[in-house]
């Protein structure tokens, strides 16, 4: 059982200012977990982010017969027990709330002749995993039961996992990961194409452990990616970067609280994760790339990110994959904008923590800016501030509790939201991290 909701409050006060580093990426800090679990031997994760989601995902691989340390604060070493070589765990894998952990585990377990129960929380169990067990019983795996493709479920992992050509029906890296990581287990090769490219953090790290991976263009925009089964991974050190999905958070802060000025330091600015940055650009934003390098595999940079004016623009559906959950704090910067922001193709965040795009529409409402969902698309009418004043329901989701703050930190009165415990599954920290910026909340 959770602990009681924690009802947050964030009210205007000056400008923010100072330096901060978020705490690291979720994606790379899950994918770390399970790539280490798969070596034959021990990974060194260093920044691993700490929270609830990443615990739980530890947990469950634990469960599966991997060993897991936790050497200092972020630093963790996993013990692997080799591609195909989990154990089948005594109970039931429990991932609270994290979409990612679970559906990658999925393909991971898939891919081994074991029986395993996964589950989440009321927020999990709400979501769609039919599309993750298409593919893999394809390669082999069995659904042994599941209500209506959603949590709880039973899967029986292949005995024999066959390699699959694999066109994810959506923009999806949870997909495209599960179908890799059971590809694992499969003799030959395992391909997966897909029309608009995602965040490649799966592929990146495959690489880095030693697997035979190929990805190239397909379909105009699109890509192939064709991974050889059956590797022998070799554990190599982590290094996870400050996740963009949580520097999102002071960063539209800087931008909407007047005055402000914020140095962020060593932000992933993987192209594949940046189209938020990109946006509020377009908008006018002051965001310089500072010491931009590469860490751990991946490309960083210090933002400095300065307070401004903003005008409403149109962001292409396109550009959705690279920043599917920034959009509810996309859409607080867009009410601070002079004019319409109108955000295209949002299908996706419907089968979110919440539904995003309902759960983002109302809590601008709620605080007095005109927001409207036509179709998949968002549409906010910018009037350069927000009244505030409103009461958030965040559905279990730590970017709507997130974004929520935020608007108060601008709003002419204070928001309050129901319940801030979730923000712990991502940015654990969060509230001490913008308090030392300057951000009244209570
Ligand atoms: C993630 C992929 C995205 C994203 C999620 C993390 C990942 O989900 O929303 O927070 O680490 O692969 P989808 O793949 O379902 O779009």
Not at 236 to 246: E, K, N, Y
Not at 313 to 325: F, G, K, L, T
Not at 344 to 351: D, N, Q, S, T
Request: charged share 20%; with cysteine; net charge neutral.
């Amino acid at each position: 059982m959770r602990a009681e909701p924690v009802p947050l409050t964030a009210r205007r006060n000056g400008p923010l200012s100072g330096a901060a580093r978020v705490p690291g990426d979720k994606s790379i800090s899950i994918r770390a977990l399970i790539l280490g679990a798969l070596a034959v031997g021990e990974t060194r994760i260093a920044g691993l982010l700490e929270g609830d989601d990443v615990v739980n995902t530890a947990r469950a691989l634990a469960a599966l017969g991997a060993r897991l340390t936790r050497a200092r604060e972020r630093q963790w070493l996993v013990h692997g027990v080799g591609v195909g070589g989990f154990a089948e765990p005594a109970n039931t894998l429990d991932f609270g709330n994290s979409g990612t952990g679970c559906r990658l585990a999925l393909g991971a377990v898939a891919g081994c002749p074991i029986t395993a129960t996964f589950d989440g929380d009321a927020s999990l169990r709400s979501r769609p995993m039919r599309r993750v067990l298409d593919p893999l019983e394809r390669i082999g795996a069995r659904t042994l039961a599941s209500a209506d493709g959603r949590l709880p479920l039973t899967l029986a992992g292949a005995r024999d996992p066959m390699p699959i050509v694999f066109e994810p029906p959506v923009a999806s890296a949870q997909l495209k990961s599960a179908a890799l990581l059971a590809g694992l287990s499969a003799p030959g090769a395992t391909v997966v194409i897909e029309a608009e490219p995602t965040r490649d953090h799966t592929e990146k790290m495959l690489r880095h452990f030693g697997a035979d991976i190929r990805v190239e263009p397909a379909n105009g925009r699109g890509r192939r990616i064709t991974l050889t089964g059956q590797p022998e991974l070799v554990p190599r050190p982590v290094a996870v970067p400050a996740d963009p999905s949580s520097a999102a958070f002071p960063l539209v802060a800087a931008v909407i609280v007047p005055g402000s000025e914020l140095i962020l330091h060593g932000v992933m600015m993987n192209p594949l994760r940046t189209g938020l940055v990109t946006t509020l650009m377009e908008m006018g934003a002051r965001i310089e790339r500072l010491d931009e390098r590469n860490e751990g595999g991946e490309a960083v940079a210090d933002l400095r990110v300065r307070a401004g004016s903003l005008c409403g623009v149109d962001v292409p559906a396109a550009r959705a994959p690279s920043m599917i959950d920034e959009y509810p704090v996309l859409a607080v910067a867009a009410a601070f904008a002079e004019g319409a922001t109108v955000m295209r193709g949002l299908k996706e965040l419907r089968v979110k923590e919440s539904d995003r795009l309902a759960a983002t529409a109302a809590l601008l409402r709620g605080n007095g800016v005109a927001a409207e969902i036509d179709g998949d698309d968002l549409i906010v009418q910018g009037k350069g501030g927000a009244a505030g004043g409103g009461l958030v329901t965040t559905h279990m989701d730590h970017r709507i509790a997130m974004a929520a703050m935020v608007l108060g930190l601008a709003s002419d009165k204070p928001v309050k939201i129901d319940d801030g415990s979730f923000i712990a599954t991502s940015f654990p920290g969060f509230v001490e991290l913008m308090r030392s910026l300057g951000a009244v909340l209570s």
